[in-house]
C-alpha cells in the first residue's frame, strides 16, 4: 500500500549522512509516558489500601475483593458492555458513511454537515438528555403526545427510557459524530491516485471505497473505535437519567457511587475502575498487532492530489439525508436547549408568561461568571497548545525513531484513559500534594493544565501516530539531506503535512478542557475556578435553566473556534499541498 | 456667541485657556471623588448596601468581639467550604465581606469531592480551610469522623448568640456529643410525601396504607434512598415508622419510580406522572405551586414530619490557616445576620427565633410540641443511616 519506500540499505545510507536528532527525542515518550502514568500509580497503591481513612496506611486485597464479591457488580459491567457495543455497531457504519461524505466527495454543504458534527460533540449532555426527555418521555413528550392524536395509535410510540433511550440520546450526541470528527484527517489525506488506479482497473465507487479506502485508513478507523468504545464506557449522566427510572445499572454509576460516597470508597471505585484498564490494554495490544509490519502511508515524496469523488446526481440526495439526519437527532433538542435557557421552568410551555431573561441576567450577575470564563479561555488555550506541540514530538518519536522502549511508551500514553475522570482527578490530587511544586501546581492554573494535557494523551498521540503513519519518510529525510536541522523540518514539512491533524487535536483539547468536569473537580480553588465548575454548581442546585445558558454559550464558542481553527487548518492544508 | 443657527450646537468649539483649565478642575475633582469613594469601600463596618436577605442590625459594641474582628482583619481572609448553591456562594461571601471588610473565599461543590481534597491535603500537611458549611451526612460522617474539627463554643462570645433567649430550642445546639462542635443552624419542617391534588385530593390520603392501593402501581416516585442524599432519611422515615414489610410492598411492590433529580420528580408531579412523590421537599414544590399547579405537601397519620436541616450544619476545622476570621465567622453567621443571610440563600428556617420568616410558609416552621423525626439527629447519622441505606439497596434488588 502507499508509496514504495526506499530499500533498507539506501534508507540507512542516507540517515548515516543526516544531521542527528535533537538529544531527548528519543527519551521523550518514554518521559511523557512516566509522567502520565504516575497518577495511576499512586490509585493502584491506594486501591491496596484498606485502612479507614485519615489512619495509617494498611494493605490487603479487600477493597478487591469487596467491590468484585457483589452479583450486581457484574450484572452492571455487562449492561454497560453490551450499550457500548450496540452503540458501536450502529454508530460505526453511520459515521464511515458521514466521514467519506464531508472528506472524499463533492457532496454540498459538507462543511456545515462537519460543523454540526462538532456542535453534537460539545453540546451539554444533561440538557440535551432533558430536551430528549421532553419529546419523548412516554407519559408527557411532545412527540407522543402529538402521535397520540393520530387514530390509529393508542398509548404511547416512544420512550426514552431504558437500553434504547439510552444508546438512541448517544448515538444523536457523540457517539456518531465523535468518530467523524476524529477521522475526517485520515479521509483527507488519502490520495486519489489509489482511488483512481482502482476506478481505472474496473472497480465502482463502493468496491473502490471497501477494498481501497477503507483498508488504508484502518488505523484511523480502527482507532477511533476503539476510543469511542471506552469512553462511551465511562460516562454516566446519560445512564443515570435515563436508566434508573427503569432499573438499569451501569458500571461507572457504580465507580461513581462509590467515590461520591460518604465516606468515599476510592479503594473500591479504583479496583473497579480497573477494569477499563484491562480492557484498553487487550484492545491496545490487539491493534498494535493489527498494525505491525503493515504500510498505510499515502503522502509519500511524490505528494498527493486529494480529488474528491463526484457523486453526480447523488449529490443532493446525500446531502438532504446528512442534513434530516442533524434535524432529527440535533435540531430538535438542541433548539430545546436554546429555548430552554429562556424559560422560567425548564419545558413547562404552558405557564403563564413562561419565557424570561432572567437567568440569563442571573448570569452574568453572577460574580465569578466573568472570571471563570476567563480562567476557562486560558486553560483550554495553554492546552491545546502543549497538546499539539508535545504529543506530534512524542509520536514522532515513537513512530519514526523506534527507540528502545518506545511500545512500552506507546501503550503507557493510552493509560490516562484506563480510568473514570473522577478517579484520574484524585490520583492528580495525590500526585500535586506530594510533590516539592505543590505550591505552583495545587489550585492552580498550570496545575489544572497539567492534568488536561495528561488527560489528552492517548488521543493526541494515537491520532498523532496515525497521521504520521499515512505520511512516507522521504519527505523528511530528502529536508535532511539537504541540511535542514530537525526543527526546522519538523516546522516546515511535517506540521504543515500534519495540520489538519493538528488542527483537529488542539481543537478537541480546547473544547474538551472547556467543558471537563471531572478532571478539575479537586485541583480548583476559588481563583482557578473554571466555567465547568459553576456549570456542575448549577447541576447540583437544580438550577437547569441557568445550566442551559451555559450551554447555548458552550455551543456558540464551538462554532465560533471551530469555524477559526477549521479555516487555519485548511490553509495551512492548502499550504502544504 | 449664540448666532441663533441650530447647527451651531454641533460645531466643534475652539478649544480655549478657559475651557482647558475648567475641564481640568472638574476633571481632578472627579478623580478625588472616585479615591475617596474607593478608600471608603475598602472599609469595615456597617455603612455599604447588604445583600439581600441581611437584618441590616447593628450589633452592640462587644470589646472582646471587636478585638477578635481587628485580628481578623489582619489575617485578611477566611476560606471556607460550602453547599454548590448559588445563592449560598454569592450571598454569604458578600454579606461578611460587607459586614467586616475581610474577603471570603468560597470553595462550594459536592461533599465527598470535598472530603477527597480535605483527607489529601490534610495526609500531606495541608490546611487550606478555615470553616464548613454542610449537611449532617458529611459534617457528621466526615469531618467529626476524621477528627479534623475544633471545638467551636469557645469562640462563640456575642451575647446575641450565647443568650438561649434567641433560639427555638432554648440554647445553642451543638448536634455533636461533646455538645461544643457541630453548630446547627437550620432546622425546617416538612411533610413525608408531596402529591397532584388533581389526582389524588390531600384528604383523600390519611395514611401511607392508602399509598398502597393498586391503582398508584406504577404512579409513584421517590428520591433515591440507596444513595448519600435527601432520599435517604425519608424512606427511613416510611422504614421506621412502618416498618420493613410495608416498606417493602411500598417501594418495590407499587414499583416506585427512583430519581437523583428533584427537579425532574417535581415536573413530573406536575405533569401527572406522579400521583404522590416520597422526598421530595417543599421548596421545590413552591415555584409550581406560584405558577398555578395543584401540588402540595401532606401529612400522614403514621408516619411523622421530618425535621431537616438541609446544608445548615456549621463547624470550625482545626489548624486554620486564619484562625481568628474563622472565630468572627462562627460568631457572624450564628448571629442574627448572618443567620438571616444563610437561611435565605437555603430557602430553609433557621433555628433562631428573631429572624424574620414571613416569606417562609408555615409548613416550613417547626412547631412545638410536634413529635417530628429528626433526619439530623446525631445517632440517626451516625449509626442507622448507611446501615438502612445498604439495607435498601438489598431490598430492592
Same mark, same amino acid.
Given at each position: 500500500m502507499g508509496a514504495r519506500a526506499l530499500s533498507l540499505p539506501i534508507r540507512r545510507r542516507v540517515r548515516a549522512g543526516l544531521r542527528p536528532l535533537p538529544s531527548g527525542l528519543a527519551l521523550l515518550p518514554l518521559v511523557a509516558g512516566g509522567v502520565v502514568v504516575l497518577p495511576l500509580i499512586w490509585l493502584i497503591v491506594d486501591s491496596f489500601?484498606?485502612?479507614?481513612?485519615?489512619?495509617a496506611a494498611v494493605y490487603g486485597l479487600q477493597n478487591w475483593t469487596v467491590a468484585f464479591r457483589d452479583h450486581s457488580t457484574w450484572v452492571v459491567l455487562w449492561n454497560s458492555i453490551s450499550l457500548g457495543v450496540v452503540r458501536t455497531i450502529i454508530a460505526l457504519p453511520i459515521a464511515l458513511v458521514l466521514t467519506w461524505l464531508i472528506a472524499r466527495t463533492d457532496m454540498p454543504g459538507r462543511g456545515a454537515i462537519e460543523m454540526l458534527c462538532w456542535l453534537s460533540i460539545f453540546a451539554p449532555v444533561l440538557p440535551m438528555t432533558y430536551g430528549w426527555i421532553l419529546l419523548m418521555?412516554?407519559?408527557?413528550?411532545l412527540i407522543n403526545s402529538q402521535l397520540q392524536r393520530?387514530?390509529?395509535?393508542?398509548?404511547?410510540?416512544?420512550?426514552?427510557?431504558?437500553f434504547w433511550g439510552i444508546t438512541w440520546v448517544h448515538l444523536t450526541t457523540t457517539t456518531i459524530a465523535y468518530p467523524v470528527v476524529l477521522m475526517i484527517p485520515a479521509f483527507r489525506r488519502v490520495g486519489a491516485a489509489l482511488e483512481e488506479a482502482a476506478r481505472t482497473c474496473g472497480a465502482g465507487m463502493f468496491a473502490t471505497v471497501r477494498y481501497i479506502t477503507i483498508p488504508l485508513l484502518a488505523p484511523a478507523i480502527l482507532l477511533v473505535t476503539l476510543l469511542s468504545f471506552v469512553i462511551g464506557l465511562q460516562v454516566f449522566e446519560i445512564e443515570l437519567v435515563l436508566g434508573q427510572p427503569v432499573g438499569l445499572w451501569v458500571y461507572s454509576t457504580r465507580i461513581y457511587d462509590l467515590a461520591r460516597d460518604?465516606?468515599?470508597h476510592y479503594g473500591q471505585a479504583t479496583a473497579l475502575g480497573f477494569v477499563f484498564l484491562a480492557l484498553l490494554l487487550v484492545l491496545a495490544a490487539l491493534y498494535q498487532w493489527y498494525l505491525h509490519g503493515r504500510s498505510f502511508v499515502t503522502?509519500?515524496?511524490?505528494g498527493y492530489l486529494s480529488a474528491p469523488v463526484h457523486l453526480r446526481a447523488w449529490r443532493w440526495l446525500a446531502t438532504g439525508i446528512c442534513t434530516l439526519f442533524f434535524a432529527v437527532t440535533l435540531a430538535a433538542p438542541l433548539a430545546l436547549l436554546v429555548v430552554g435557557s429562556f424559560?422560567?421552568?425548564?419545558?413547562?410551555?404552558?405557564?403563564?408568561?413562561?419565557?424570561?431573561i432572567n437567568h440569563w441576567l442571573d448570569l452574568f450577575n453572577e460574580p465569578v461568571f466573568f472570571s471563570s470564563v476567563l480562567n476557562s479561555l486560558i486553560l483550554a488555550t495553554a492546552t491545546a497548545v502543549i497538546v499539539v506541540l508535545l504529543y506530534s514530538a512524542v509520536a514522532y518519536s515513537i513512530v519514526r525513531?523506534?527507540?528502545?522502549g518506545s511500545r512500552l511508551a506507546d501503550t503507557l500514553m493510552?493509560?490516562?484513559?484506563?480510568?473514570p475522570g473522577i478517579l484520574m482527578s484524585l490520583g492528580l490530587l495525590w500526585l500535586f500534594l506530594s510533590t516539592p511544586l505543590r505550591a505552583a501546581l495545587y489550585g492552580t492554573l498550570p496545575g489544572i493544565i497539567a492534568a488536561f494535557v495528561i488527560r489528552q494523551s492517548p488521543l493526541s498521540t494515537q491520532f498523532f501516530k496515525t497521521a504520521l503513519m499515512q505520511v512516507g519518510p522521504e519527505l523528511e529525510e530528502s529536508a535532511r539531506v539537504h541540511g535542514a536541522s530537525w526543527l526546522a523540518m519538523y516546522r516546515r514539512v511535517l506540521l504543515p503535512l500534519l495540520a489538519p491533524t493538528a488542527v483537529t487535536v488542539g481543537l478537541l483539547a480546547f473544547l474538551s478542557s472547556l467543558r471537563?468536569?471531572?478532571?478539575?473537580v479537586l485541583l480548583y480553588n476559588p481563583q482557578s475556578r473554571p466555567l465547568a465548575i459553576l456549570m456542575l454548581e448549577y447541576t447540583f442546585a437544580n438550577e437547569r435553566e441557568r445550566g442551559a445558558a451555559i450551554g447555548v454559550l458552550l455551543a456558540v464558542f464551538v462554532l465560533v473556534v471551530t469555524l477559526v481553527a477549521r479555516s487555519l487548518g485548511l490553509r495551512l492544508a492548502r499550504e502544504a499541498s | 456667541m449664540d448666532s441663533g443657527d441650530p447647527r451651531q450646537a454641533f460645531r466643534p468649539r475652539p478649544i480655549t485657556r478657559r475651557l482647558l483649565l475648567r475641564t481640568a478642575g472638574l476633571g481632578a475633582a472627579a478623580a478625588a471623588g472616585l479615591a475617596v469613594l474607593g478608600c471608603r469601600s475598602g472599609a469595615?463596618? +456597617?455603612?455599604e448596601a447588604k445583600p439581600s +436577605?441581611?437584618?441590616g442590625a447593628q450589633p452592640v459594641s462587644n470589646p472582646a468581639f471587636d478585638a477578635l474582628v481587628a485580628a481578623a482583619q489582619k489575617e485578611g481572609k477566611i476560606v471556607i467550604s460550602g453547599p454548590p448553591t448559588p445563592a449560598t456562594r454569592k450571598d454569604v461571601p458578600a454579606a461578611f465581606k460587607a459586614r467586616f471588610g475581610i474577603d471570603m473565599e468560597y470553595l462550594g461543590g459536592p461533599s465527598s469531592d470535598l472530603a477527597a481534597r480535605l483527607q489529601s491535603e490534610r495526609a500531606a500537611g495541608q490546611f487550606t480551610l478555615d470553616a464548613s458549611i454542610a449537611g449532617a451526612q458529611t459534617m457528621y460522617g466526615t469531618f467529626y469522623q476524621n477528627k479534623w474539627l475544633q471545638p467551636m463554643r469557645p469562640s462563640l462570645i456575642l451575647p446575641e448568640v450565647t443568650d +438561649?433567649?434567641?433560639w427555638r430550642t432554648g440554647k445553642i445546639w451543638f448536634m455533636d456529643p461533646g455538645d461544643d462542635t457541630v453548630l446547627r443552624l437550620l432546622a425546617y419542617a416538612g411533610h413525608p410525601i408531596s402529591v397532584n391534588t388533581k389526582l389524588l385530593? $390531600?384528604?383523600?390520603?390519611?395514611? $401511607?396504607?392508602?399509598?398502597?392501593?393498586?391503582?398508584f402501581k406504577g404512579k409513584l416516585g421517590a428520591y433515591?434512598?440507596?444513595?448519600? +442524599?435527601?432520599g435517604l432519611p425519608s424512606a427511613a422515615d416510611f422504614y421506621i415508622a412502618k416498618g420493613e414489610d410495608f416498606w417493602v410492598r411500598l417501594y418495590k411492590g407499587q414499583s416506585v419510580q427512583l430519581s437523583r433529580d428533584a427537579d425532574q420528580l417535581a415536573d413530573g408531579l406536575a405533569r401527572e406522572k406522579f400521583v404522590a412523590v416520597i422526598g421530595l421537599g417543599r421548596a421545590y414544590l413552591d415555584p409550581l405551586v406560584k405558577d398555578g399547579f395543584p401540588l402540595d405537601d401532606v401529612a400522614l397519620g403514621d408516619v411523622p414530619d421530618t425535621l431537616s436541616g438541609g446544608f445548615g450544619t456549621i463547624a470550625l476545622f482545626d489548624k486554620a490557616p486564619h484562625p481568628s476570621a474563622a472565630k468572627v465567622f462562627a460568631n457572624w453567621i450564628a448571629s442574627k445576620e448572618g443567620a438571616t443571610v444563610h437561611s435565605r440563600s437555603e430557602v430553609a428556617v433557621a433555628n433562631?427565633?428573631?429572624?424574620?420568616?414571613?416569606? $417562609?410558609? @408555615? @409548613?416550613y416552621k417547626p412547631k412545638q410540641g410536634v413529635n417530628y423525626?429528626?433526619?439530623?439527629g446525631w445517632d440517626f447519622t451516625v449509626n442507622q443511616l448507611i446501615p438502612l441505606r445498604d439495607k435498601f439497596i438489598q431490598l430492592l434488588k
Open positions: 489500601n484498606v485502612a479507614a481513612p485519615g489512619h418521555d412516554p407519559d408527557f413528550g393520530l387514530p390509529f395509535i393508542h398509548g404511547s410510540v416512544f420512550s426514552i427510557y431504558g460518604i465516606p468515599p503522502v509519500t515524496g511524490r424559560m422560567r421552568r425548564y419545558g413547562f410551555f404552558q405557564l403563564r408568561n413562561p419565557f424570561t525513531t523506534r527507540a528502545r493510552w493509560l490516562p484513559w484506563a480510568v471537563d468536569i471531572s478532571t478539575p | 469595615p463596618a +456597617g455603612q +436577605g441581611s437584618s +438561649g433567649k434567641y385530593p $390531600a384528604n383523600q390520603l390519611k395514611t $401511607a396504607d392508602a399509598l398502597l392501593d393498586p391503582k433515591d434512598p440507596t444513595t448519600n +442524599g435527601a433562631r427565633n428573631d429572624i424574620d420568616y414571613s416569606w $417562609a410558609p @408555615e @409548613e423525626f429528626d433526619t439530623y
